[in-house]
């Protein structure tokens, strides 16, 4: 119902005319009758006070503000919304850690530490065209993680995830209660690295594959060029260290290229044959097709919740990666940068799975960061980088992504597909 003061005025005038009406006849029966209307028309009076106030509380000439990524509707709303369709947008509560005061993030990535003075780039929030993402809760997050095993597998981008996602983390815990279990220093070559949380008996652990199949040797007969061999059919021996995990995060794609494969002397092997002219996009699909009929296999997905994080956009200035301009803020368009090969052919593999793999599909929205990239900002400002992220930056986005499916879910086990 639609209410108005004029309205209100209206009515509060007759109902004060009919009550001195009823008073007026009934004092000239005695004083007793007219000290009961005084009453009647004192709370009469109160009643109408108390309508104006409600009103004026049910419908104020002012809304008060709601910070943009508070949800009113969640539930309802969240299951049609594709978080990775959206904008980023400006906000000032960024970043969410200082990358200086956390222990386990690589100087390489630490923009700020190494000279850069904009700090525009650490201001930007992910929202998605049809909803919000929630506000990144850090204690809600630890809880729901407690005894826990976390397991990231990949390239340096997976490694890159794996300190924010500690950095975070580590904002609600004593820092002296986090440690690497085998007290390594991150290097960009070792391939294991382990991080507790003692307090939430949580690991956080790293293994480096960046292929995630096998490297083998040379079979016998294969040309002078061959110098190593990609067995697609085979993943990689360390998968075994996967299996016993609560959350599996993979990724892969960066090493699939000519300069990383071809012109080092690495070919493609399936059983004991060397595909000297297998185009890579083949080799890759064929290498997640292992992958995934290993996850089927191998891995219990009523415990373990599998996710597979696409391709991430780089902004090299030149074919060759030997330039690149980092902006001083996001691009306003994608110029082609949201599609990838390889994000294709992730996205078609785990269609066709049998167990339920959450894919994280970054690649739309890291091809407007142009301004979040190392750049010349590294541990060697000599060499250019447009393919790895300053932290804090955007891979603390791809985490809170992952947050919100950890708090969706009843249990760690139960994350939808």
């Known amino acids: 119902m639609v209410f108005s003061f004029g309205k209100l005025r209206l009515f509060y005038t007759r109902v004060l005319s009919f009550g001195h009406g009823i008073v007026k006849d009934r004092c000239k029966i005695c004083l007793f009758h007219s000290l009961n209307g005084v009453v009647a028309i004192g709370s009469l009076t109160s009643f109408l006070l108390a309508m104006t106030y409600a009103y004026l509380y049910l419908f104020p000439s002012s809304r008060p503000v709601i910070r943009s990524y508070e949800i009113s509707n969640l539930g309802s709303s969240i299951d ?155 993943l990689d021996d360390i998968s075994k260290e996967w299996i016993d995990s609560d959350v599996l995060i993979f990724n892969s794609g960066h090493w699939w290229t000519p300069s990383k494969l071809f012109e080092l002397g690495w070919y493609f092997q399936v059983d004991k044959s060397v595909k000297l002219g297998m185009p890579i996009n083949t080799a890759f699909r064929k290498a997640l097709d292992t992958w995934a009929s290993w996850v089927e296999t191998k891995i219990n997905t009523n415990r373990t919740s599998v996710f597979f994080r696409t391709f991430e956009s780089s902004h090299w200035s030149s074919r060759k990666h030997k330039s690149c301009k980092v902006t001083r803020r996001p691009w306003s368009n994608t110029r082609g940068r949201d599609r990838s090969p390889f994000s294709d052919i992730i996205m078609k593999v785990v269609r066709k799975m049998t167990v339920p793999v959450t894919v994280l599909h970054v690649t739309p929205m890291g091809a407007f960061r142009s301004d979040g990239h190392v750049g010349s900002w590294s541990d060697n400002p000599s060499v250019q980088d447009c393919s790895h992220w300053c932290l804090p930056g955007v891979p603390d986005m791809w985490n809170e992504i992952f947050f919100f499916y950890l708090m969706r879910m009843n249990s760690v086990s139960s994350i939808e597909q």
Not at 120 to 134: E, L, Q
Not at 147 to 176: A, H, N, P, Y
């Open 80 to 234: 049609k919304c594709n978080v990775f369709e959206g904008r980023w947008v400006p906000d000032e509560s960024y970043p969410l850690y200082n990358a200086s005061q956390c222990p386990f993030a690589e100087r390489g990535f630490n923009c700020l530490a190494n000279g850069r003075r904009d700090i525009g780039y650490t201001k930007w929030r992910w929202k998605p065209k049809d909803c919000d993402i929630p506000r990144f809760n850090v204690r809600a997050i630890l809880e729901k993680l407690r005894g826990k095993r976390v397991v990231f597998v990949g390239d340096s981008l997976s490694r890159t995830q794996w300190e924010s996602l500690i950095c975070v983390l580590m904002t609600g815990v004593d820092k002296k209660s986090v440690y690497e279990v085998n007290g390594n220093k991150i290097t960009k070559q070792i391939r294991f690295l382990g991080l507790r949380f003692s307090s939430y008996n949580l690991r956080i652990d790293f293994y480096r594959s960046i292929f995630l199949v096998q490297p083998g040797p040379v079979p016998g007969r294969a040309p002078k060029r061959v110098k190593t061999t990609l067995r697609l059919d085979v």
